[in-house]
């Protein structure tokens, strides 16, 4: 424990190391189980007409490695990175989404990494979260917009998923990301 | 001495990315079911003419169907115009996307993706090892998962998908083990942002640059000049 305290702890906010790397990796494949096993519930739904709705419900679970490995790492581009490396796992292992877990993986990504943009990367805390939150809702839902054909919706049915899209966010990418991180700074790891 | 990664077949995995996102990109935008058929026709016409498993491309396809069902029938019910045409655009998108997927993942092996990558797009070596590394560790992951779920239930603790302290576990064993390995590849010799000697053959001929570049080319001034149906 005592090598990878130094490990998080230092922080160079531009470079990446092998270790870093390995690290947002190996939590692109624990990623990979806890989507498999999300992606049950997606499908069920998946394959009705609420298939809008499963998008929008789960899709805070399919890009919380993006924030995660920002409040983690604390680098500019780890919201990207994490989120385009979880993507390369998951398209190398468990899917065969290939583009779209590529694409759609930097674009959830760069949701994230806007909000914390947005604070000049100096809040990985509440602020910086729901600066992420708001980013990546509003940046995937504009994707969607085109990518699930959600134009073609009625006004209302838009708005609902929206709002569905940010407690989502907000939950899985937001409340849950930073109570992990409250339980990682507990065990001094996260100076 | 070069040696390859494993018996390449077909494209360089460099063009076959390249063709994916550069068509996976645009695809979002354009509204064709042509091209969308277009696209998943080739693509499956690649597979079958690199004699990719036809159970494993049937399964993964037949997999898909409901996905594209729920796609077709949500037009279906919730669009507000043309919703014949949207409902097979989107419907059929869902597999134009898949193949474009399947197409890489199906045909190259993950050492040789990374390695054409860091060849022919750059990628830093660190990634390309880290990858490496860490997908090699997927099956030690993936009973490391258990572990910790069955750890927390002799404690009387079910450790759900929304509860921080299953995913404070992941972070400590990724953190140990990432740190583990780092370390190891260090003392065999790996050196951040050094120079080092490409092992593996990766070539990628010019005219794949020019089939890539054609298709996507193709490909928009189909989708946003013809626009067909």
């Not at chain 1, 569905?164 to 992990?180: A, C, M, N, P, T």
Request: with cysteine.
């Amino acid at each position: 424990m005592q090598h990878a305290n130094s490990q998080v702890a230092q922080v160079n906010p531009v470079r990446w190391t092998i270790r870093d790397v390995i690290f947002l990796a190996l939590i692109g494949v624990f990623f990979g189980i806890i989507y498999q096993l999300w992606s049950y519930v997606y499908y069920a739904l998946a394959a009705t007409p609420l298939k809008p709705y499963a998008n929008d419900m789960t899709i805070g679970v399919w890009i919380m490695a993006g924030p995660l490995a920002g409040v983690l790492l604390r680098k500019v581009g780890a919201s990207v990175i994490g989120e385009l490396l979880a993507a390369a796992v998951e398209m190398m292992l468990f899917s065969s989404w290939g583009a779209a877990d590529l694409i759609s993986g930097f674009i959830q990504g760069i949701g994230n990494e806007l909000g914390f943009a947005a604070t000049g990367y100096k809040n990985w805390d509440k602020l910086g979260l729901l600066m992420s939150t708001i980013g990546a809702t509003i940046v995937t839902f504009a994707w969607d917009w085109f990518q699930s054909g959600y134009k073609a919706y009625t006004p209302t049915m838009n708005i609902t998923l929206l709002i569905i899209r940010f407690v989502s966010i907000g939950f899985f990418s937001g409340v849950l990301v930073y109570w992990i991180r409250q339980l990682v700074a507990k065990t001094g790891l996260l100076k | 001495m070069t040696q390859t990664a494993d018996t390449p077949r077909g494209l360089n995995a460099a063009t076959l990315t390249l063709i994916m996102i550069g068509i996976g990109f645009p695809l979002t935008f354009a509204q064709s079911v042509w091209l969308n058929t277009i696209v998943a026709g080739l693509g499956l016409l690649y597979l079958i003419a690199l004699r990719v498993s036809w159970r494993k491309v049937s399964l993964i396809l037949l997999i898909a169907l409901p996905l594209a069902f729920g796609s077709w029938i949500s037009f279906w019910f919730f669009g507000t115009v043309d919703r014949w045409h949207l409902a097979w655009m989107y419907g059929s998108r869902v597999y134009a996307y898949l193949l474009l997927g399947m197409i890489v993942t199906m045909t190259v092996s993950t050492q040789r993706w990374l390695v054409s990558l860091h060849l022919h797009f750059h990628l830093p070596n660190a990634f390309v090892f880290g990858l490496l590394g860490a997908l090699n560790m997927a099956d030690r992951v993936r009973h490391e998962f258990r572990r910790i779920q069955y750890s927390a239930l002799m404690r009387g603790e079910n450790l759900r998908l929304w509860n921080p302290l299953l995913y404070l576990r992941i972070v400590l064993v990724s953190l140990n083990w990432s740190n583990d390995l780092a370390e190891a590849m260090t003392s065999q010799g790996f050196t951040e942002n050094a120079p080092r000697t490409e092992l593996i053959a990766d070539p990628m001929p010019a005219w794949q640059w020019g089939l890539a570049g054609g298709l996507i080319v193709i490909y928009c001034a189909a989708a946003f000049g013809l626009r067909p149906w």
